[in-house]
């Protein structure tokens, strides 16, 4: 008899402490954002300069973040389908970033940004116009 107590309490703690868990948060928060958009390379948001870091070691001009979030700025270089040279700059965030490049005949142009390699990355504009760049 005493064993079906035993039992009986031990599944009843078990079904309490299931039900006294916590909800999870309906939002984390955090100054990072999902998509890099060209905007970011202009502006470091108070949070952003709370760890901005230069280290003039590597190609990036600044980074902002932390350890396996960092944001990173870039200035680019390269050519676009026509073979004419571009230059610009742009942030990144893991894979992906956006940033802004410059041709003597056009206006700034956005552009979204993915690394293809060390130092390379492809890029497209809102056109579908597609540049080949390298960090300076």
């Known amino acids: ?10 599944l009843l703690f078990i079904i309490s402490c299931k039900k006294a868990s916590a909800p999870p ?10 998509v890099i958009t060209a905007d970011d390379r202009k ?8 760890t901005y870091h230069v280290n003039t070691k590597y190609q990036y001009e600044y980074r902002t973040g932390n350890p396996g979030h960092y944001e990173y700025n870039y200035d680019v270089k390269g050519i676009n389908a ?30 979204s940004t993915e690394w293809v390699s060390y130092g390379k990355l492809k890029a497209v504009d809102k056109k579908g116009n597609k540049y080949d760049l390298i960090a300076k």
């Open 1 to 10: 008899m005493q064993k079906n107590y035993s039992i009986l309490l031990f």
């Open 25 to 34: 948060p309906d939002q984390i928060n955090t100054f990072y954002k999902e």
């Open 43 to 50: 502006t470091i948001t108070p949070e952003e300069a709370k």
């Open 82 to 111: 026509k073979g004419d040279s571009v230059c610009g700059n742009i942030n990144v965030l893991g894979k992906y970033g956006a940033g802004i490049l410059i041709l003597d005949t056009v206006a700034d142009i956005e552009i």
